[in-house]
């Protein structure tokens, strides 16, 4: 999602709040608000300090004067008793605002928690006499989980004589002042001739070792959540900033610099970055990154690799071994399986132990590869966006469509239609040659790849609560995952006289073959539909226009010739290459948020923290579905439970909200749920009895006697 689209959606909540929440919150304020100056009293002519001063309730925030991806600035507006012209009442000045990571990777907002005071100056006219009154509302956003939307009623009422100051307000208030970034001494440009862009700050001395610097813009030139990499030099440092994809600079790129010294408080600089090469002597040698500038209101575990100790790793570990042989059970994975259990039948039928036993450790390499592979992308879409859930690759249509004809093509040679290295050069050919070492090597990496999305029952919670931990932890948990999952069919390889249980060979084996296929068809028709979902039905065409150039291209080399083959192979790659490069194509009728994905069709109302609350207002209690249509344990429980007669009549009897959370494509607002509830993807069941202001959270697997169960309490 582009900052740009951040913003357009995040308003929208705030505007939703504003109109729904607005007069249900008077009475419930997150925030004292009051006005406060550093004079007792003040002359004619005058001019002093009088600040805003916000407490807020533990765990909320209000915003800097650029609120980031999302949120609002405090304003106060003066009413009538103000006995001040409005040019004598001075702007805010902004204290050094804390990164805000709403959702990691995807919003980043800038604020301030706790307490903040918001200093103005004030100047008394040089008429003035009795007294000065300052009457005004302040209005503000404040946000948790949630965004509500507050004013507060303020004034400030001083007497006009001799000048007398206020010193605890004025200590107070002079303290918050400290805090304003003040002008950079050193020179700043922007060089964004390429992206990422290069914003050089020369200071002679260079700045202090371990310095961590954060650019927080005063508009949104750049990508407020992308990391901001660090260099370093004897004549200063040099930051990388991601552009957002509307933002450019017009003349200069102006902001505040934060800058983070060990053991020392936080020092902010404003500065404006003229358009340039970097300064020499400012990016040398990089520097280690941490998260610069996060404050209290950075989210729980949020870049907090320590947060877990290597014992409950290990139970971490264990849990997802188990996880990972349930996986098996998935039904994502079940027509990928077909085909290690004709490896393994032909492989028992030589009578040969070693051959088995070698069919077991290829398998199982493949499968652990794989998910080291997976672990290493989950890691790298962490880095570069800050946040990653499991299936992630799923949200991507271009990933969905190469899957749908590797599918495809699967199921062709299942039917026979060919045979791998021989016919189809550019396939793998050689991988399942090779005694079938290789081939069972292929059929461990397709199984994880499939599997991948399928969450199944003690997956959900290990991987949920890993997923944030250092790299070593995420690829142990992932590894253990992996093993589980290979695991049954490695027993069956090793231990002597198991492998008897396998049915004799013949040629039933080529019938039983062929009709594996039919589950790898349906398997492609079922990712078909995920690109519809993500991409539209001009992908769709195009993947099935892939498929045809398939078989033409299967069908052109079986002809022979090494023009035919030729051509064939270049017809292969185009199979292949062209509909992902189409599926990559924005359609503007694909949805992008599960607000707009929900039809109707399926559940009551779309998912989002306010209507669960509505409804629970109301007395209702809420039945929550987390799903996505390229998650296949999801659909199994629509078919299965959700869908079924008997629980929809139990909903209905009962008054459930039945509300539908879509994470078939990319939505912040569901990922910071998932993560708030330690789930690292879908499927994922809240259950709120009428009254429960925190949900039960159920199983992965459903069945109607238990939903029915909770629905009849």
């Not at 469509?401 to 050689?430: D, K, P, R």
């Not at 599960?594 to 209507?611: H, K, L």
């Amino acid at each position: 999602m582009t900052g740009f689209f951040r913003r357009i959606a995040m308003a929208a909540i705030s505007l939703s709040a504003l109109a729904g929440l607005g007069h249900a919150q008077m009475d419930e304020r997150r925030a004292e608000a009051e006005l406060i100056a550093d004079r007792v009293s003040v002359a004619p002519g005058d001019t002093f300090y009088a600040a805003l001063k916000m407490t807020m309730d533990e765990g909320w925030h209000v915003y800097w004067q650029n609120a980031g991806d999302a949120g609002l600035p405090p304003r106060l507006i003066l009413e009538e008793g103000t006995s001040l012209p409005e040019d004598a009442v001075g702007a805010f000045l902004w204290p050094l605002p804390h990164l805000i990571p709403v959702v990691e990777g995807e919003i980043m907002d800038y604020g301030y928690d706790d307490e903040v005071i918001f200093a103005f100056p004030v100047t008394v006219p040089e008429d003035a006499s009795g007294e000065v009154r300052l009457v005004a509302e302040a209005d503000y956003l404040i946000c948790e989980s949630i965004c509500i939307p507050e004013t507060a009623d303020v004034s400030l009422t001083l007497p006009v004589g001799a000048p007398i100051e206020n010193a605890v307000a004025g200590a107070e208030i002079g303290k918050w002042i400290a805090r304003v970034p003040v002008d950079f001494a050193g020179e700043a440009r922007i060089d964004d001739a390429a992206e990422p862009w290069t914003l050089s700050l020369r200071q002679p001395g260079g700045f202090p070792e371990g310095a961590q610097i954060r650019f927080f813009p005063f508009k949104h030139e750049i990508s407020h959540p992308a990391a901001q990499p660090q260099k370093a030099g004897a004549e200063g440092a040099s930051l990388s900033l991601t552009p957002d994809r509307a933002g450019s600079i017009a003349e200069t790129l102006d902001g505040v610099i934060r800058i983070d010294v060990p053991g020392a408080e936080p020092v902010g600089y404003e500065i404006s970055a003229s358009r340039g090469e970097a300064f020499a002597g400012t990016a040398d040698r990089n520097v280690q990154s941490a998260l610069p500038g996060t404050g209290a209101g950075a989210p729980d575990g949020a870049g907090d690799g320590a947060a877990l100790g290597w014992q409950r790793i290990a139970t971490l570990a264990f849990f997802a071994l188990i996880g990972g042989i349930i996986l098996n059970l998935m039904p994502c994975v079940l027509p990928v399986l077909s085909m290690k259990a004709i490896g393994m039948v032909q492989a028992a039928s030589t009578g040969h132990a070693g051959e088995l036993k070698s069919h077991g450790l290829w398998y199982t390499g493949g499968v652990l590869v794989s998910f080291l592979a997976l672990a290493g992308a989950l890691l790298a879409v962490r880095q570069a966006t800050g946040s990653a859930t499991l299936g992630f690759q799923l949200q991507h249509a271009p990933t969905v469509a190469i899957l749908t004809l590797v599918m495809f093509a699967v199921g062709l040679w299942l039917m026979g239609y060919f045979e791998l290295g021989s016919s189809v050069q550019n396939l793998g050919g050689s991988l399942a040659n090779r005694s079938g070492a290789a081939g069972a090597f292929f059929t461990g990496i397709l199984a994880a790849v499939v599997g991948a999305p399928c969450v199944g029952p003690f997956l959900g919670a290990a991987l949920g609560a890993v997923i944030g931990q250092p790299a070593p932890a995420v690829i142990a948990v992932f590894l253990a995952m992996g093993f589980g999952m290979a695991l049954p069919f490695l027993i069956l390889s090793f231990v002597p006289g198991l492998h008897r249980i396998l049915p004799k060979p013949g040629k039933w084996m080529d019938t039983l073959k062929q009709a594996f296929a039919f589950p790898m068809f349906l398997t492609a028709a079922w990712l078909l539909s995920v690109v519809a979902g993500l991409a539209g039905a001009g992908a769709v065409g195009w993947t099935l226009a892939g498929a045809t150039t398939l078989v033409f291209a299967i069908w052109l080399g079986r002809q022979g010739g090494a023009v035919r083959k030729g051509v064939a192979a270049v017809a292969l790659g185009a199979a292949f290459i062209y509909p992902a490069v189409q599926a990559n194509v924005p359609d503007t009728s694909v949805a992008g948020s599960s607000e707009a994905a929900f039809t109707g069709a399926y559940g009551e109302a779309a998912w989002s923290p306010e209507t669960v609350e509505a409804m629970l207002a109301d007395g209702r209690p809420v039945f929550v579905d987390f799903t996505a249509s390229w998650c296949a344990s999801c659909q199994v429980n629509k078919l299965t439970t959700l869908k079924t007669r008997k629980v929809q009549d139990a909903f209905k009897s009962a008054n459930v909200a039945f509300l539908v959370a879509d994470f078939t494509q990319k939505d912040p607002m569901i990922a910071e749920e998932l993560k708030l509830r330690a789930r690292a993807g879908v499927p994922m069941y809240l259950w709120y009895p009428a009254g429960a202001s925190e949900p039960q959270i159920l199983p992965e697997l459903l069945t109607q006697e238990l939903v029915i169960g909770l629905v009849e309490g």
